[in-house]
C-alpha cells in the first residue's frame, strides 16, 4: 500500500519521516511548499507531492493512488475536515496526532460515511491520545463497573510550535469535561488536584484534552476530567483571565499570539526529547467506592508520538485489513498498544 505523511516539513513529521525510513518504510513526502518538501525527498529518496487542503478536487488529486494518510500538519481544527474528506472520497485510511477534541467530534461523526468506504478514521494516533486512552481502556478492564475516570499527565521538554498554537486555540474555548455522558463547558483550570510521583506530590489542572471525548468512546465512562502537571502559579494566570475567553478566541487576538509562537517557540531539541520523559496517571472508581489506578512512564511525548503513529500505520498497510469505521488508539491496537512501544512501562 502506497501512503504519505502530510506536513512531512513540520516538527513532528520529520521525526515521522526519519524513524519510516529507519524501519525501511518509503512514505510519500507531502505538504503545502515543494521548496520545503524537496530536499526531503532527495535526502532520503523517496517522492514529494506539494498540494493545498483548502481546494477539495486539489486534495483528491493530491491522494491519487495512496492508502493511507498520516496527517501531521496542524492546526487540525483547520486541516481535518478536508483531508478526511479527501480521504474518505478515495478511499484512504485516514490517521492524525491530533489532541483537539471538537477533531475527535467530528472524525466520530464519519463513522458510518468510514464504514461504507472501508477506511479506518483514527484521529489522535500519538501521545495525543494513544498512552492515555490505553490506559483508560486498562482500567475499565479492572473495574468493569467504572463510572468515573481521572487522566493526567506530567511532560517535560517543552512544546512544539503546533502543540503551542493548539493550546492558543484552546484558550478562547475554555475547558471541557465529560458530565454524565455529556460534554460539557467548564472554566479554564476548572479543578486541581496533586498526583503522586516519587513520592512527591505534584500539581496539576484541568484541561480540554481529546480523553474527555474519546476515552467515554473507548470505554462507556460518564464522567471524565483530565489533568495536567503545571506550576501552581499557570492556574491562577488562567483563572485570572477567564473574563477574557470570548476575547482570546477572536482572529487577531488569535493571530498575534500564533505570530509570536512561530517566532519564539521552535519546539525541542532531540538532546531536550532524550533527557526527558512523560508520567501519565490514571484513576477509576465506581458507585459503590470501588477504585482501580495505575500509571505509566513513557519517553518525550514527541518521541512517542512517532513510534506509536507508525506502530498503527504498520498495522494498516498490512496483511490485516480490520473493517472500516472510527476507532480509538484502545479500539484498534488494543489497551495493551502502549506497552509495546520503546521506553513505556505501567507501574
Known amino acids: 500500500m502506497e501512503w504519505m505523511i502530510y506536513g512531512a516539513n513540520g516538527y513532528t513529521g520529520k521525526m515521522m519521516v526519519e524513524e519510516a525510513v529507519r524501519r525501511g518504510l518509503r512514505p510519500v513526502l507531502a505538504g503545502r511548499s ?11 529518496g523517496l517522492p514529494v507531492r506539494a ?5 477539495a478536487e486539489s486534495a483528491r488529486n493530491g491522494l491519487n493512488g495512496i492508502g493511507l494518510v498520516m496527517h501531521c500538519a496542524g492546526p487540525f481544527s483547520a486541516t481535518c475536515k478536508p483531508m478526511l474528506e479527501a480521504c474518505l472520497d478515495v478511499g484512504a485510511h485516514y490517521l492524525d496526532i491530533t489532541g483537539e477534541i471538537d477533531v475527535f ?8 460515511r468510514a464504514q461504507q468506504r472501508n477506511i479506518v478514521v483514527m484521529p489522535g494516533s500519538g501521545f495525543d491520545v494513544v498512552p492515555t486512552d490505553c490506559l483508560a481502556a486498562h482500567l475499565k478492564s479492572e473495574l468493569p463497573s467504572a463510572t468515573h475516570l481521572v487522566l493526567a499527565f506530567e511532560a517535560g521538554g517543552g512544546p512544539s510550535p503546533g502543540t503551542a498554537k493548539t493550546g492558543v486555540e484552546g484558550l478562547g474555548k ?21 498526583f503522586e510521583r516519587d513520592g512527591e506530590q505534584r500539581f496539576a489542572m484541568t484541561i480540554p484534552w481529546g480523553d474527555v471525548y474519546t476515552a467515554n468512546v473507548s470505554t462507556g465512562i460518564p464522567n471524565i476530567e483530565v489533568y495536567m502537571g503545571v506550576p501552581p502559579a499557570s492556574a491562577q494566570r488562567l483563572r485570572r483571565i477567564r473574563w477574557l475567553g470570548p476575547l482570546l478566541g477572536t482572529g487577531l487576538v488569535q493571530s498575534f499570539m500564533k505570530k509570536r509562537i512561530e517566532k519564539s517557540v521552535p519546539g525541542p531539541s532531540e538532546e531536550k526529547r532524550a533527557k526527558s520523559q512523560t508520567w501519565v496517571w490514571g484513576e477509576v472508581r465506581d458507585g459503590e467506592g470501588r477504585e482501580a489506578k495505575a500509571r505509566l512512564l513513557t519517553p518525550n511525548g514527541y518521541d512517542l508520538t512517532v513510534t506509536a503513529g507508525l506502530g498503527i500505520v504498520q498495522k494498516l498497510i498490512g496483511i490485516e485489513r480490520p473493517p472500516g469505521g472510527y476507532y480509538t488508539p484502545s479500539m484498534l491496537m488494543g489497551s495493551d498498544y502502549v506497552l509495546t512501544l520503546p521506553g513505556v512501562s505501567l507501574r
Open 51 to 55: 498540494f493545498p487542503l483548502d481546494n
Open 105 to 112: 467530534a467530528h472524525c466520530h461523526a464519519q463513522h458510518a
Open 34 to 44: 515543494v521548496a520545503a518538501l524537496e530536499p526531503m525527498g532527495k535526502k532520503y
Open 174 to 194: 475554555g475547558g471541557r469535561a465529560r458530565i454524565d455522558g455529556k460534554m460539557t463547558r467548564v472554566p479554564l483550570a476548572w479543578k486541581t488536584r496533586t
